[in-house]
């Protein structure tokens, strides 16, 4: 689970980037390229960390069968989200639903 110290920086840090890049763009020098290059990669890079450690924390419980399941990353990344519940598929009894997001705590494994 995403502190909430870490819901304000990861966008301040992204969008922190997002301006070096912009900057970058209108700048004509090889650093500026390089400046850019290593933004965006490092901006993919906490995206896509804080993407698959919310689907390995995350997992749903069927309003149908009632049982617990956990849907591929793919489609809980592009599960559409409406106050912390997605529309998912169950994986046991093909139900698609807005269902609640349980977060497991991480201590735990």
């Avoid at 819901?7 to 970058?24: D, G, K």
């Avoid at 650093?31 to 450690?53: M, P």
């Avoid at 617990?68 to 519940?85: E, G, H, M, Q, T």
Wanted: glycine fraction near 2%.
């Amino acid at each position: 689970m995403i502190s909430k110290l870490g819901r304000i920086l990861l966008p301040l840090l992204l969008l922190t980037l997002l301006m070096l890049v912009i900057i970058a763009y209108f700048t004509n020098s090889p650093a500026s390229r390089i400046l850019t290059a290593v933004a965006l990669l490092t901006s993919i890079t906490i995206l896509h960390l804080q993407l698959v450690r919310r689907w390995k924390t995350a997992h749903f419980i069927c309003t149908c069968c009632h049982k617990p399941f956990k849907p591929s990353l793919i489609r809980s990344l592009f599960a559409s989200d409406v106050f912390n519940k997605r529309l998912v598929t169950c994986t046991h009894c093909g139900k698609k639903d807005y269902m609640a997001v349980l977060e497991k705590d991480m201590k735990a494994k």
